[in-house]
């Protein structure tokens, strides 16, 4: 055998491959790769399309938006978009919860005042077949079942600690940025233009794309209470004492050692007890 091909295990003995995507921008346009469909979703930021991948027919989710702000991330030595960097961290290794990044174009790169730079990039991402957002979903379903709305939460709570996780705060977890698939339910979470690295040190990020650790979770934590009061108008099963908790738990100072992390929530019994 190769030695290239051999796989050593590394510390903790778990074998896993290592990651063979690109982490810079694909060559070429997106156009030439793909076609672009119907507008599927626009935001602050940018439009969202359906393309097809010319190569194969493959169906994809393409996001045209701007980014101002660049990262490093690990093992890649130029500087991306703070999305992408985002979005590089959470593929690998992936997560059913996470969406996925596929690959990304650099379309324009634009010099601001100030020494600023605009860069208008395309994301190309998985495509989950028929989802809404659970904006959509909640104003879609007035009255949920109980099971429901434990399921979403279960899962909007595990997609929060598979970020945190990964060393990353996604800093903007709302009900349009959360994608709901029907049958089965399963939720994805989108959107990591707003993410911040977590951690201390000065010199291995921008500061404008950092956060402390004890930050990051009760950021998480205070975003997570919102959803759940959102799925709380459409459920009236979701039981008080759950719900007290996570108040108490956005009310803790940030050293208050009672909330270190989101695994506290899962460990509630409404949750644990599925
Ligand atoms: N992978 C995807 N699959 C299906 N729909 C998507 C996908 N990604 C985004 N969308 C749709 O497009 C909308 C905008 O996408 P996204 O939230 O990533 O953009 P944004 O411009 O950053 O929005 P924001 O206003 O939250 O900053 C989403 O709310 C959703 O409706
Ligand atoms: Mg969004």
Same mark, same amino acid.
């Given at each position: 055998?190769?030695?290239?091909?051999?796989?050593?295990?590394?510390?903790?003995?778990?074998?896993?491959?290592?990651?063979?995507?690109?982490?810079?921008?694909?060559?070429?346009?997106?156009?030439?790769?793909?076609?672009?469909?119907?507008?599927?979703?626009?935001?602050?930021?940018?439009?969202?399309?359906?393309?097809?991948?010319?190569?194969?027919?493959?169906?994809?989710?393409?996001?045209?938006?701007?980014?101002?702000?660049?990262?490093?991330?690990?093992?890649?030595?130029?500087? *991306?978009?703070?999305?992408?960097?985002?979005?590089?961290?959470?593929?690998?290794?992936?997560? !059913? +919860?996470? @969406? $996925? %990044?596929?690959?990304?174009?650099?379309?324009?790169?634009?010099?601001?005042?100030?020494?600023?730079?605009?860069?208008?990039?395309?994301?190309?991402?998985?495509?989950?077949?028929?989802?809404?957002?659970?904006?959509?979903?909640?104003?879609?379903?007035?009255?949920?079942?109980?099971?429901?709305?434990?399921?979403?939460?279960?899962?909007?709570?595990?997609?929060?600690?598979?970020?945190?996780?990964?060393? *990353?705060?996604?800093?903007?977890?709302?009900?349009?940025?959360?994608?709901?698939?029907?049958? !089965? +339910?399963? @939720? $994805? %979470?989108?959107?990591?233009?707003?993410?911040?690295?977590?951690?201390?040190?000065?010199?291995?990020?921008?500061?404008?794309?950092?956060?402390?650790?004890?930050?990051?979770?009760?950021?998480?934590?205070?975003?997570?209470?919102?959803?759940?009061?959102?799925?709380?108008?459409?459920?009236?099963?979701?039981?008080?004492?759950?719900?007290?908790?996570?108040?108490?738990?956005?009310?803790?100072?940030?050293?208050?050692?009672?909330?270190?992390?989101?695994?506290?929530?899962?460990?509630?019994?409404?949750?644990?007890?599925?």
């Amino acid at each position: 055998m190769e030695k290239s091909m051999l796989h050593v295990p590394g510390p903790s003995g778990q074998r896993r491959p290592p990651c063979r995507q690109r982490i810079g921008p694909s060559p070429g346009s997106v156009e030439a790769k793909y076609d672009l469909k119907e507008n599927i979703g626009a935001g602050c930021y940018g439009n969202v399309y359906r393309g097809i991948r010319k190569m194969d027919g493959k169906q994809f989710i393409i996001k045209s938006t701007t980014s101002e702000v660049d990262s490093n991330v690990p093992g890649y030595p130029l500087p *991306i978009p703070i999305e992408v960097a985002m979005m590089t961290i959470v593929r690998d290794p992936p997560s !059913p +919860l996470l @969406i $996925k %990044l596929q690959e990304w174009f650099l379309v324009k790169v634009e010099k601001l005042p100030r020494g600023k730079v605009c860069k208008t990039i395309m994301l190309v991402m998985e495509y989950l077949g028929p989802c809404r957002t659970l904006e959509d979903f909640l104003q879609k379903h007035q009255h949920l079942e109980e099971r429901v709305a434990r399921t979403l939460i279960l899962q909007i709570v595990k997609a929060a600690q598979e970020c945190l996780r990964r060393k *990353i705060c996604h800093h903007d977890i709302h009900d349009c940025n959360i994608l709901v698939i029907d049958r !089965p +339910l399963q @939720i $994805k %979470l989108i959107d990591f233009g707003c993410g911040m690295h977590i951690c201390h040190d000065p010199k291995k990020y921008p500061p404008d794309t950092r956060i402390s650790p004890k930050k990051a979770v009760k950021n998480t934590v205070k975003q997570l209470f919102g959803i759940m009061r959102e799925i709380e108008k459409q459920c009236s099963s979701i039981p008080e004492e759950f719900m007290a908790f996570m108040n108490t738990c956005i009310t803790l100072g940030d050293d208050d050692q009672r909330l270190q992390t989101v695994q506290q929530i899962l460990d509630q019994p409404w949750l644990k007890n599925q």
